[in-house]
């Protein structure tokens, strides 16, 4: 009710400095009233593909990949790190001077 008040409250005052000829402050509320919404996404994808729409249902879901994600067992996250550094040379990580000219030069030509 209050909300359904303000807003006609709002739009009455912009027909006012319409009315009035106040372009600066008519598109000043305009803007005003278009950047302070925000539209919140509220649905994800269940682990199966499913869309999921529910507040709590979507709340779960993230707290479950989260959980996944942070809680994982340190073997996987040990053996990966091995596995790339066995990949790259201690040598070939460690940029040139040439190297990090050349790359300064690129990024100044953007």
């Known amino acids: 009710m209050k909300k359904k008040q303000h807003e006609n409250n ?3 005052r912009l027909e006012e400095l319409g009315q009035q000829h106040q372009t600066r402050k008519f598109y000043r509320d305009i803007n005003k009233l278009r950047k302070d919404f925000k539209l919140r996404i509220t649905i994800c994808k269940s682990k199966n593909g499913d869309i999921i729409t529910e507040k709590g249902d979507t709340l779960n879901r993230w707290k479950d990949h989260f959980h996944e994600l942070l809680n994982s067992t340190e073997q996987n996250k040990g053996s990966s ?19 990090t000219g050349n790359g300064n030069s690129k990024i100044k030509e953007l």
């Open 81 to 99: 790190v091995t596995q790339d550094h066995k990949d790259t040379n201690e040598e070939d990580s460690t940029p040139t001077i040439e190297e």
């Open 10 to 12: 709002q739009v009455e």
